[in-house]
């Protein structure tokens, strides 16, 4: 029954019914400078992350108190997977992806992924690999040692507009 949801100008709402009442989180860290929060994930420690404009990263044991976090990159961010016990992946814009294996105190690590189409969102595969999709139909995957594999466009395609925008293993 409880769910934080963030979105545009650092909205932040957070209910304990599934939706029935919500209420803004009071983050000013995360939510005084009215940037885009576009993307949130939850971490294999519990704790949850957001992602979004100007490299604004915050996580949070609950949902109520954030700590800002310091990423090595001023554009934007659109999506954040979980990694490893503590860590995530963070992707954005112009190609950037980063990861750290520890969002507490690690240092965020850019991946090479050779594009500079911006990254959306992606998903976790049961192997504990990462896929990243994006601009231009992109699709990375990240394997469990962090190394990038980017993976071929479809012939069909080459040349077509078209972006992924997210995914989900099933």
């Keep these: 029954q409880k769910v934080l949801a963030v979105g545009a100008f650092g909205l932040m709402e957070i209910t304990d019914d599934g939706g029935l009442h919500r209420n803004k989180v009071d983050a000013p860290d995360m939510v005084n400078d009215k940037l885009h929060l576009n993307g949130i994930t939850r971490l294999a420690d519990g704790q949850l992350l957001v992602v979004g404009e100007n490299s604004l990263a915050g996580v949070s044991a609950d949902g109520l108190h954030w700590q800002r976090l310091t990423l090595p990159y001023d554009g934007s961010l659109f999506g954040a997977l979980p990694w490893g016990d503590h860590g995530a992946i963070a992707s954005g814009l112009r190609g950037n992806i980063f990861m750290t294996a ?14 500079t189409n911006s990254f959306f969102g992606g998903f976790k595969l049961p192997s504990g690999e990462a896929v990243i999709v994006g601009g231009d139909s992109r699709v990375v995957r990240i394997d469990t040692s962090g190394k990038s594999h980017v993976m071929p466009s479809n012939p069909d395609k080459v040349g077509q507009p ?4 997210a995914g989900i293993f099933y």
Excluded: M
């Design 102 to 115: 520890d969002v507490h105190g690690g240092q965020w690590q850019p991946i090479e992924v050779a594009t």
């Design 162 to 165: 078209g972006s992924l925008a």
